[in-house]
């Protein structure tokens, strides 16, 4: 499966941005779908998960309450909306695809490009 990140860019803290992961080659329906955000200088780090029905989710402490992940199965798309921003969501953002629900980064074998979100204080 091929997934392509896109909807990052440059942002005041506190504003929002909603990314979007378009998959292709395979029905995104059969994987479980994950984001991840690799910041200058540090390992890629889990943000958010949902399940292949979209039932379930799964946030990172950094997340809750500020980050909604969400997919359109009939689209096979996947979105994450970030809100109420901080400098320290400055990161390239990665959407992945697994066979298992969770924020195990070696369980994700599919992974998109990357979309760089700067945040700005």
């Known amino acids: 499966v091929q997934l392509q990140a896109s909807g990052g860019g440059l942002v005041q803290a506190g504003g929002s941005l909603r990314l979007s992961c378009v998959a292709s080659?395979?029905?995104?329906?059969?994987?479980?779908m994950g984001w991840f955000r690799q910041a200058p200088g540090k390992e890629r780090e889990f943000v958010a998960a949902?399940?292949?029905?979209?039932?379930?989710?799964y946030y990172a402490d950094s997340a809750v309450g500020r980050f909604t992940i969400s997919r359109d199965n009939a689209k096979n798309t996947v979105h994450l909306l970030l809100n109420s921003l901080k400098p320290e969501d400055t990161a390239v953002y990665y959407c992945?695809?697994?066979?298992?629900?969770?924020?195990?980064?070696?369980?994700?074998?599919?992974w998109g490009q990357g979309t760089l979100v700067t945040v700005s204080s």
């Open positions: 992945g695809a697994s066979r298992f629900w969770g924020s195990v980064i070696r369980e994700y074998a599919y």
């Open positions: 949902i399940d292949q029905s979209g039932g379930s989710t």
């Open positions: 080659g395979r029905t995104v329906s059969e994987y479980a």
